[in-house]
């Protein structure tokens, strides 16, 4: 009986796992091998003849492993599908049009065209956007050939205008579905993230920004990619937190990479990781655990983007190998590293600085200029009563020219010839700069500077035959000398030249001297003699052959130099001259622009910006918001913050409003929307620049999903609280009618997002719903 059992047993789970695995084929079997099993009529238990044999073979096969099924489920969010369908539709429709340039595509467009050509351009923000337009660009055939003038000019068969305007455009359809998909992340309703959607949809500035070859489209896009990962990071475990940590790495990277305003929304990404590992403290796991989790996030989060960063310029100036227009901005050793850039002008022209040698000095940091000379002298008095030395002004002068010339001497010598061999100068000699064409030595006394009066003014020395003797000699401080005995070299040697009487470094100050200065800016002797302004290095270097002055003012008058071989730098050392350069960049944007606005100005949409007037209608685009939206969103900024602070309040006096899930929920709206708006916005109120309304887009889009989170949470109090629900139905019927307001008023001001109506006098005063719009409208004869 036992041994029966036992043997019953065995039969029935090798039956039962046969039958298991045979349902799906619905009791046939799939196995010769268990044929005999399938096919036997199970009566007493006992095996049949020979099927202990069969049985026991069996029992080590798993037929798990040998009937193997492969599933490829595929999920369409049909909602994410139609919305972004339909923001293809707005963002895509006659994107040719108007085949004239719009606003900032002037400039955008012109570094597409350097792009195309290989020649270096230099611009105060990141160059990601910009190869994104070119590699568009190069795709449809554009060959860099046209002429970006001026805005409004007509582009040309030559220029692929849908293919220049398509990257921007399908950045801008993309944001749509993106901005439901992060609402959804927050754990909204369904609803309330189409709402989202909605919103950007049907926001008009969105629409306008979209359609040109301008990069805010592009910049926000990564914005809310990079914290929608990282946000699913902290939601995750185990490898595929990392995987979206690094996703969201990646994008953080490009987003910076392409204004450096993106580094805001980095901030923010960086404070949600904090906040994630904060949260896990009062955990039990160990101390080591939580802080090699610490560590691994914030060094993805740093390590991915920087490579980016770092990888952008080093295909940019892989891209760009020739010189051009911008080279000036650089130093002179990486103008000499480019293709027919300050090689051109410094063929065969001798390495060590020596007596006699005839130089340029170069100012090395910040603005463009060269040491510079001419005959005017100071004004005896200046405008505030002070005195001069009345002595030859010395400034610093932003282009080229004959003056900018000196020769370097030796205070002991007579002779200007450079000798054979030639005595170079080194670290630590002391030496007299004599200006090329008046032959006056560069002197300085204790005389206050004409604009800066805490610094001692420089000149060319005249001897007036008063009590002012001459004050010379100049101590030469070679900075990057790789030895005490390091030689003065042309383009490569940083030099600080430190006046021997007062101690004082010749320095560019940075100011403009008045009109008897010719507006030149100043250069003064300072007794700060670290600052970076102190810092100059010989450009143009040629030896003094002739002895005589007149034969030497013609050597310099004709002084013509010949391409020549290029500099080498390295990436490294560009890279590094380029953030630089890129840091201390003053921006050139006008001051009172007619279009610029106020910080201040940008909630309540008081300003627009006109981008295009067509020449022959009165059809136009401008930059505009959807003014049902944009007010409806700065309101709603204002009522989650006093929701903060009642929330907050109540909570320190033992209130409890919401239910764990709700307050978390709340708490991590603020956090991702709330703080990211004010993050996007607040740091413009600091900047000494010329602003525009666009600049507000990349908080706006935060205050918009804001917007549409105080709603979601107006509804859930409305449905918690026994008192108040019956309101929810009158709630969902006021959002109904502003939601039609908000498509009505989309769709009244597309036609200045589209430019492609003609517009009369009556549509125009019909559009202009605040005083502070200015639209354009040309005169009929």
């Not at 490898?239 to 979206?244: D, G, K």
């Amino acid at each position: 009986m036992v041994l029966k059992k036992s043997t019953e047993n065995k039969s029935s789970k090798i039956s039962n796992k046969v039958i298991a695995l045979s349902e799906p084929e619905k009791g046939k079997c799939s196995l010769e091998n268990a044929s005999t099993t399938c096919k036997r009529e199970v009566d007493d238990g006992a095996p049949a003849e020979n099927e202990n044999e069969t049985m026991e073979s069996m029992q080590p096969i798993d037929v798990g492993e040998i009937i193997k099924s492969v599933y490829l489920t595929v999920e369409i969010d049909v909602v994410f599908v139609g919305l972004l369908l339909m923001a293809l539709c707005t963002r895509l429709y006659n994107l040719e049009e108007p085949k004239y340039i719009v606003f900032d595509e002037l400039h955008y467009g012109r570094y597409v065209s350097l792009y195309a050509k290989g020649v270096f351009f230099f611009d105060a923000h990141p160059p990601l956007g910009k190869q994104m337009l070119y590699l568009a660009g190069q795709m449809a055939g554009y060959d860099g050939n046209f002429t970006f003038d001026r805005i409004g000019s007509p582009y040309t068969e030559s220029v692929p205008v849908k293919a220049l305007r398509i990257v921007p455009a399908i950045c801008g359809s993309l944001l749509v579905p993106l901005s439901y998909q992060l609402m959804l992340e927050i754990s909204t309703y369904q609803i309330t993230a189409f709402l989202a959607a909605a919103l950007v949809l049907f926001e008009n500035c969105f629409l306008a920004q979209s359609r040109f070859m301008l990069l805010e489209s592009i910049q926000i896009l990564f914005s809310l990619f990079g914290i929608l990962c990282v946000l699913k990071s902290t939601r995750k475990k185990n490898i595929a937190s990392v995987i979206w940590l690094c996703f969201g790495a990646l994008s953080l990277g490009c987003c910076f990479s392409i204004k450096y305003s993106g580094l805001y929304t980095y901030y923010l990404a960086i404070f949600l990781i904090g906040r994630q590992m904060w949260k896990r403290i009062d955990q039990t796991e160990s101390t080591f655990k939580l802080c090699l989790s610490a560590l691994w996030r914030f060094f993805i989060l740093i390590f991915i983007p920087l490579l980016v960063y770092v990888g952008v310029f080093y295909a940019h100036l892989s891209m760009l190998p020739k010189a051009g227009p911008h080279d000036s901005v650089m130093t002179s050793a990486f103008q000499a590293s480019l293709k027919g850039g300050l090689a051109s002008i410094t063929k065969g022209q001798p390495l060590h600085v020596s007596h006699g040698s005839q130089i340029t000095l170069r100012h090395s940091h910040g603005r463009t200029c060269w040491l510079h000379s001419h005959a005017h002298v100071y004004p005896v008095r200046y405008s505030d009563a002070r005195g001069s030395s009345h002595q030859q002004q010395v400034t610093c002068y932003s282009f080229k020219d004959v003056n900018n010339w000196w020769i370097v001497k030796r205070p002991d010598q007579l002779s200007l010839a450079v000798s054979n061999p030639p005595d170079a100068i080194r670290h630590g000699d002391v030496v007299q700069l004599l200006h090329g064409i008046t032959s006056r030595a560069l002197n300085s006394h204790d005389v206050a500077a004409p604009v800066s009066p805490q610094s001692q003014e420089v000149s060319c020395y005249i001897d007036y035959n008063v009590s002012m003797p001459a004050q010379n000699l100049w101590h030469v401080e070679i900075i990057n000398r790789e030895s005490e005995d390091s030689t003065w070299d042309s383009i490569r040697s940083m030099v600080r030249l430190i006046h021997v009487d007062s101690g004082s470094a010749l320095r560019y100050s940075g100011r403009q001297l008045p009109s008897w200065g010719f507006h030149q800016h100043e250069v003064v002797a300072d007794k700060v003699i670290t600052h970076q302004d102190t810092i100059w290095n010989v450009e143009e270097h040629r030896y003094t052959k002739a002895e005589d002055r007149r034969e030497r003012e013609r050597e310099l008058v004709s002084a013509e130099m010949i391409p020549t071989t290029v500099t080498q730098l390295s990436f490294w050392e560009k890279f590094l001259e380029l953030q630089y350069k890129m840091i201390s960049h003053s921006p050139d944007a006008p001051q009172g622009h007619m279009f610029a606005s106020e910080p201040a100005e940008w909630p309540m949409l008081v300003r627009s910006i006109a981008y295009w007037l067509s020449p022959n209608s009165n059809a136009q685009v401008h930059l505009i918001g959807n003014l049902v939206t944009w007010y409806a969103g700065t309101i709603s900024v204002l009522i989650f913050g006093a929701l903060l602070a009642v929330y907050a309040i109540r909570q320190r006096r033992a209130y409890v409003d919401l239910p764990p899930y709700a307050a978390q929920k709340f708490y991590d709206a603020g956090c991702i929307l709330f703080l990211g708006y004010w993050l996007h916005y607040l740091p413009y109120f600091f900047m000494d620049r010329t602003l525009f309304l666009h600049h507000y887009l990349p908080a706006y889009i935060f205050k918009i999903l804001l917007l549409a989170y105080v709603i979601d949470h107006i509804f859930y109090i409305l449905c918690i609280s026994e008192k108040i629900k019956p309101f929810t139905h009158v709630f969902i019927l006021c959002i109904t009618i502003w939601m039609a307001y908000v498509i009505r008023t989309y769709k009244m001001f597309s036609v200045l997002s589209y430019g492609n109506m003609d517009l009369t006098e009556f549509d125009l005063l019909n559009l202009r719903w605040k005083d502070t719009w200015d639209f354009i409208l040309h005169k009929k004869n």
